[in-house]
C-alpha cells in the first residue's frame, strides 16, 4: 500500500505523517524563496500558471509528488502575511505553536456536535469559553459561548440570541417557534453605526429581518457611535412602535480601528432593556494589552461579544469566538437530537455543545487557542498587541512628518489610514494606482478603503516582529510607486 491511502491517524499515523510534513516544509521554503516577496508579482496571469496540470487526473501521481508540486505552487503563489510588506488586511500571521497545534486537530478530525466524537475537544472549547468570559469580565460560572469560524459567524449568533431574547419578550415563548404573530405592529430594529462590519446588515437579512431593519445611529467627530444620538434613536423607534432587538457596538472598526464608548452605551443599552453586542472581532485582542485593554472598558456589561483570534491573537484561521453574558441565552438554540446528544447521556455528565453552534459538524478550533494561551499567557499575548501598536504609531510617525503623505488620524489599535499626496494628478486615481502597481510587482500589500469619499490606503500592522526600519522601507516603496504614478 503506498503513503497516499494511509491515514493519519492511529499508532502508524505519526509514522506516516513524518516524511510528509518534511515534504510540506520543504515545499514552504521553497516556494517562499520562489516568490521573493510578500505576493507573487504579475497579478492573476502569473498565478494561474503555477496550476497548470489537471486537478482530478484519472490515475494519482502519489502522495509526494501531489503534495510537493501543489503545496510549493500555493506558497509561490500566496500573499504571506508573515512577510513585513502585506499589510492589507485583518490578515494575520499564524504563530508556530498554534499551527502545529491545528495540525494535531486535523488528524484526530474532533467534531464538536457530540461529546463522542470529540471528549477532549468539548472539554477545551469549554475551557477556552471561560478564559475568555473571564477576560472579557463575564461570571464564567454564568456565562457561555463557543468557537466559530470569525466575526461573520459571532454577529450572526448574537443577533440570532439577540432576535429571540426580543421575540419571547415582547410576544411570549412561543413565538420564538411559530413567529411572530400576523397581526402584530411594528417592526424589529437592529441598531448600529455606519462604521459598524458589513456582517451585521447580512446577519439582519439572513435572519429574515430584512437588511433594511437595521437604523444608523449617528457618529461622533471620531467615529464612534454617538451616544446621546443612541437615546433619541430608541426613544422613536418605541414611539412609532417598533421593537429594537439589538444595539450593536464596535469594539475595534476594520478601517480606523475605533471603539465605541461601550460603557455609555451599556447604560443606554439597561435603560431601554434592549440586548448589547459588541463586535469585538478586532478589538477584543486589545483585552491581553494592559495599555489597550482600558479603550474596551464595560465590555464585561454586553450580553453578548465577537473576538476573533484570527485577528489579534495569531491563530491561523479559524478562531473566531463568541460569548454570551448569560448561558440561558442560548437555550432558544439548544436541539435534541437522536442521534447526537440523548437526554441521559447529558444527564449522566457527558456534555453536548450542539446548541451552542448554528453548525453540526464543528472543528476543534479551541485546541490551537488553548495552546497558545498556555504558551504565551495573557502577557505573552498582550506584549505582541502592544508591539503592533507601536509599530503603528511608529508608521503614523513618519507620515505625519511627510509632505507628500497625509495621515487621516492617530491609530487607535495597529491600523494606519493615510494617502500619497501627489503634486499634480488626482489624488484617489494615483493611490488607487500605486496600490495596485505594488501588488502587481509583488512589492507589498497595502489595503485601500474609502473615507469620505475618497480613496485611502491602510496599514494592518499584525506581524509583530517587523521593525520599524522594514515599516520605513515599505512606506519608501508606497512613496516610490506614488511618484511614479503621478508623472
Ligand atoms: C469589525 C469586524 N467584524 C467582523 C468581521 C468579520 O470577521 P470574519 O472575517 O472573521 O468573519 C471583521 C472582519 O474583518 C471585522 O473587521
Not at 441598531?191 to 429574515?208: D, E, K, Q, Y
Not at 491602510?458 to 516610490?480: F, G
Request: charged share 20%; with cysteine.
Amino acid at each position: 500500500m503506498t503513503i497516499s491511502t494511509q491515514l493519519a491517524g492511529g499508532s502508524s499515523g505519526p509514522g506516516f505523517l513524518r516524511p510528509l510534513l518534511a515534504t510540506a516544509l520543504e515545499a514552504l521554503e521553497k516556494g517562499t524563496v520562489e516568490r521573493d516577496g510578500p505576493l507573487p508579482a504579475g497579478g492573476p496571469g502569473a498565478v494561474r500558471s503555477l496550476f497548470s496540470g489537471e486537478v482530478l487526473p484519472a490515475e494519482g501521481q502519489g502522495a509526494e509528488t501531489a503534495l510537493a508540486g501543489v503545496a510549493q505552487g500555493f506558497t509561490t503563489g500566496a500573499a504571506d502575511p508573515a512577510d513585513p510588506g502585506c499589510v492589507a488586511h485583518l490578515h494575520t500571521p499564524p504563530l508556530a505553536v498554534a499551527v502545529a497545534a491545528d495540525l494535531v486537530a486535523g488528524v484526530l478530525n474532533s467534531s464538536l456536535d457530540s461529546w463522542d466524537q470529540a471528549p477532549s475537544g468539548t472539554q477545551i472549547e469549554s475551557e477556552v469559553v471561560r478564559a475568555l468570559s473571564s477576560l472579557v469580565g463575564y461570571d464564567p460560572d454564568v456565562a457561555s459561548g463557543a468557537v466559530t469560524s470569525g466575526g461573520t459567524e459571532s454577529n450572526l449568533t448574537g443577533l440570532l440570541l439577540a432576535r429571540e431574547h426580543a421575540v419571547a419578550r415582547a410576544f411570549g415563548a412561543q413565538a420564538v417557534a411559530s413567529g411572530i404573530p400576523p397581526e402584530a405592529h411594528g417592526r424589529l430594529r437592529v441598531l448600529c453605526s455606519a462604521t459598524s462590519h458589513f456582517s451585521v446588515a447580512r446577519s439582519a437579512g439572513v435572519l429574515g429581518l430584512g437588511e433594511d431593519c437595521i437604523v444608523h445611529v449617528p457618529v461622533d467627530d471620531q467615529q464612534r457611535m454617538d451616544a446621546n444620538a443612541l437615546r433619541v434613536v430608541l426613544s422613536d423607534l418605541s414611539d412609532r412602535g417598533d421593537i429594537p432587538i439589538a444595539v450593536i457596538a464596535t469594539a475595534g472598526t476594520t478601517d480606523l480601528g475605533t471603539v465605541d464608548a461601550l460603557s455609555d452605551i451599556a447604560d443606554i443599552a439597561a435603560e431601554h432593556e434592549v440586548w448589547m453586542h459588541v463586535d469585538a472581532a478586532y478589538g477584543g485582542g486589545a483585552l491581553f494589552s494592559e495599555r489597550l485593554g482600558p479603550l474596551l472598558d464595560g465590555i464585561g456589561r454586553a450580553d453578548s461579544v465577537a473576538i476573533d483570534l484570527h485577528k489579534l491573537g495569531w491563530q491561523p484561521v479559524a478562531a473566531g469566538v463568541l460569548l454570551a453574558r448569560r448561558a440561558a441565552a442560548f437555550d432558544p438554540m439548544e436541539r435534541r437530537v437522536a442521534y447526537l446528544n440523548t437526554e441521559d447521556d447529558e444527564v449522566a455528565g457527558f456534555q453536548s455543545l450542539l446548541g451552542r453552534s448554528l453548525r453540526t459538524t464543528r472543528r476543534p478550533d479551541a485546541l490551537k487557542i488553548a495552546v497558545t494561551f498556555r504558551a504565551l499567557g495573557r502577557r505573552g499575548l498582550g506584549e505582541l498587541v502592544d508591539q503592533c501598536h507601536e509599530q503603528a504609531l511608529h508608521a503614523a510617525a513618519v507620515f505625519r512628518d511627510s509632505p507628500d503623505f497625509e495621515l487621516y488620524q492617530d491609530p487607535v489599535l495597529t491600523t494606519v489610514i493615510f494617502r500619497y499626496r501627489p503634486e499634480s494628478r488626482d489624488s484617489d486615481q494615483v493611490n488607487a494606482e500605486l496600490r495596485r502597481t505594488l501588488l502587481t510587482e509583488g512589492r507589498a500589500v497595502v489595503g485601500r478603503t474609502e473615507l469620505d469619499g475618497s480613496v485611502w490606503l491602510k496599514l494592518t500592522l499584525l506581524n509583530p516582529h517587523t521593525t520599524p526600519v522594514e515599516i520605513s522601507a515599505l512606506i519608501d516603496d508606497v512613496r516610490a510607486a506614488g511618484e511614479r504614478e503621478s508623472r
